[in-house]
């Protein structure tokens, strides 16, 4: 090798900016859905909560209450 400390330290460099670069695109991404949910909730209205069901319970088990 004719620089191994230089080439250390691009390495380095190039892993701190990928990671850098990850996290800025996600924030974007992030926002870009908040803005997006945003304004179809806008348009929409609020759409009505889903009703959870009751769990059947299997034959033969106990129940706790």
Known sequence: MKNSMMSLWFSTAKRA???????????VRR???????EMTRAAMGTK??????????????????
């Open 48 to 65: 009505p909560k889903r009703k959870r069901r009751a769990r059947k319970q299997r034959p033969g088990s106990k129940s706790l209450f």
């Open 31 to 37: 926002q870009q859905r908040a803005g997006l949910a």
């Open 17 to 27: 900016a990928g990671w850098w670069m990850g996290h800025a695109v996600n924030a």
